[in-house]
């Protein structure tokens, strides 16, 4: 099923794309030169619009996504949510759909895997139980934030917006957050229940799941160490830090990299 419609996503998304691109007209055109670009060279060249908030740029494997700042304060679950959803735990919220995201993600030359997931084992004589982990998969993705400030262009990783809370109650330095440490997991598609008809639907839309940090198994893109969503089993650790993040209604541009 996955690979099924990963394949009419990839469709959809380059005929959308050239149905945006620009011809090259005569008054455009330019002289040729020794080693002349190809017409796929050249048509990777063609940022991809999808829709108001997503771009796509193929020659440098990347998304650009508009957000907006969800939380400057505060212990984090995710790092990026849809609009409308868990906006008090993440530090951005976007209005595009995650489907469109995963779409983008394909057309940029990613490879969805799957979300991690966790268990836990029933109690045993001694009332202990095993957590069991297991990891999300798919391909690494980096995540950067550009703003402007005072006519100045910023461009920062995202994880330097977080920090971890010292096991050290003592210490004042925080946890530095890992920065290469995101896969493309690609949420899941589900039959739908009864309630939405029939049909299939793309789980991250219904959760808001784009970013994760904490693992709940439906995620867009997801921290590749597995953290439980129960405190009981993982106490908080990420929490945003706040001197560090624009103030809220700056403009951002959420940009999700292949690495090189």
């Not at 920062?156 to 917006?161: M, P, Y």
């Not at 405190?231 to 940009?255: F, N």
């Amino acid at each position: 099923m996955r690979h099924t419609s990963n394949a009419l996503w990839i469709v959809a998304v380059i005929s959308l794309g050239n149905s945006c691109a620009s011809p090259v007209t005569s008054s455009t055109a330019k002289e040729p030169v020794s080693s002349p670009i190809t017409a796929a060279q050249q048509d990777l060249q063609i940022p991809l619009q999808l829709g108001p908030d997503i771009q796509v740029d193929r020659s440098k494997f990347e998304v650009i996504i508009r957000a907006q700042i969800a939380s400057r304060n505060g212990f984090l679950e995710q790092l990026v949510c849809k609009a409308g959803t868990r906006e008090h735990e993440s530090l951005l919220a976007v209005e595009a759909a995650p489907k469109m995201i995963h779409a983008a993600l394909l057309a940029a030359g990613f490879t969805p895997g799957s979300p991690g997931s966790w268990t836990e084992t029933p109690l045993d004589a001694s009332g202990k139980s095993t957590t069991n982990f297991q990891p999300p998969t798919g391909s690494k993705v980096q995540l950067f934030v550009r703003w402007e400030d005072d006519g100045r262009i910023n461009e920062r990783a995202l994880c330097e917006w977080v920090r971890g809370v010292p096991a050290d109650a003592s210490s004042n330095a925080p946890v530095v957050f890992p920065c290469d440490r995101f896969v493309f997991a690609g949420s899941h598609i589900r039959a739908n229940p009864k309630s939405l008809g029939a049909g299939e639907h793309y789980v991250a839309d219904y959760t808001g799941s784009i970013v994760g940090l904490v693992t709940f198994g439906d995620e867009v893109i997801a921290f590749e160490e597995v953290i439980p969503d129960r405190v009981d089993v993982a106490p908080a650790m990420w929490e945003s830090w706040t001197d560090r993040i624009p103030v809220e209604g700056t403009s951002i541009e959420l940009i999700l990299r292949r690495p090189q």
